[in-house]
């Protein structure tokens, strides 16, 4: 007899799409958006740390400085941060394109001698 419930096709392992392996071309294209990234983020941690620089604090609560330094720190830091993970980022896809294009010329088969 029949089986009532129709089973279900599970996609095999050829048929999914599988990730491409990284090629020198594109560690070059992510290298060059985290650059873009780095160089943003650069001139927003500058614009961020010179607004807090050109405007003092206008308590005189030791509470209230000490909170306002520490969000002012917390702000600029993750800023930074930012910026340094991106620039560690754009430097590292260089150098992974490097790599790969150096063993991509390693592997080269020899053309044939006659």
Excluded: E, W
């Amino acid at each position: 007899m029949n089986n009532p419930t129709p089973t279900q096709n599970t996609p095999s392992a050829s048929d999914l799409a599988s990730p491409s392996s990284p090629s020198p071309l594109r560690c070059l294209i992510g290298s060059l958006i985290a650059t873009g990234m780095t160089i943003g983020l650069y001139f927003l941690t500058s614009s961020i740390a010179q607004t807090f620089a050109a405007k003092p604090i206008q308590s005189h609560n030791v509470t209230v400085i000490n909170i306002t330094v520490a969000v002012r720190t917390l702000v600029v830091g993750i800023s930074s941060l930012a910026t340094f993970v991106f620039g560690i980022i754009a430097i590292g896809l260089i150098a992974l394109a490097i790599q790969i294009s150096i063993q991509q010329v390693k592997n080269q088969p020899a053309p044939p001698q006659n």
